[in-house]
């Protein structure tokens, strides 16, 4: 079985300060790791994966995101937030091969 | 390049009455994928197409829930006869040929609401 939990509902950052949303997983092997985000009323955007190789891994819009093996975490980040970044964002992992396991979603807001 | 299509954006029915959603993949992808989301909980996986086969439907509700995909390029997702509990969003992918890394391609979604 696969899964994946965000811990939080809600983040809230000041613009200009750090983003993190957290996300951790359950898979019984090697897990592929993606994070998504839906503006209002738009589909989910994919922002950026994880299959192997180096942890820390680049994504769209200044995102990034840390594999942790040892703590089964994927927490996404960026440096510096901005007001657009408001959205909802989910984590989902994939085991088995297609077919994704999705987080509750984290609605962040960043506020000017 | 479009991206994955989705119609109705809305849909408002009464329980009993039946539904019918569409997804246009992107073309060239031969997975196809539908997801719901129920009342802001997380998104679940409904069941996958491989060209005009299902592949894995392990996530289908029930049988009032009929999903097809004739000559493996749009596919349809039919409820029939509908309920309170099949509210939510439903969410269709797309993701190309080869390879399980391969992220997929969300469309926006249809709202259904169940009244």
């Known amino acids: 079985a696969q899964s994946v939990a965000q811990p939080e509902d809600q983040v809230n950052v000041a613009e200009g300060n750090p983003l993190t949303v957290k996300c951790t997983y359950s898979v019984s092997g090697n897990p592929y790791l993606f994070w998504y985000v839906q503006y209002p009323n738009r589909g989910l955007q994919f922002l950026l994966k994880?299959?192997?190789?180096?942890?820390l891994v680049k994504g769209s819009y200044g995102f990034e995101a840390e594999f942790n093996k040892s703590q089964t975490s994927f927490h996404l980040k960026k440096p510096s937030a901005l007001v657009s970044d408001s959205a909802l964002y989910f984590c989902?992992?994939?085991?088995?091969?297609?077919?994704?396991?999705f987080g509750a979603g984290t609605t962040v807001t960043v506020r000017a | 390049e479009a991206g994955v299509t989705q119609f109705p954006s809305h849909s408002v029915i009464e329980k009993g009455q039946t539904v019918t959603l569409r997804c246009d993949p992107i073309?060239?992808?031969?997975?196809l994928y539908w997801y719901r989301r129920v009342m802001g909980k997380e998104i679940k996986f409904l069941l996958h197409f491989v060209k005009e086969s299902k592949q894995d439907e392990s996530g289908m509700p029930n049988n009032r829930f009929l999903a097809e995909r004739t000559g493996g390029t749009y596919s349809t997702l039919k409820v029939q006869p509908a309920e309170l509990e099949d509210s939510g969003v439903y969410f269709c992918?797309?993701?190309?040929?080869?390879?399980?890394?391969?992220?997929?391609?969300f469309g926006p979604g249809t709202r259904l609401t169940v009244l």
């Open positions: 989902a992992v994939t085991l088995q091969g297609y077919k994704l396991s």
């Open positions: 073309s060239g992808h031969d997975n």
């Open positions: 992918a797309s993701s190309q040929p080869s390879g399980s890394s391969n992220e997929q391609f």
């Open positions: 994880y299959i192997t190789g180096d942890n």
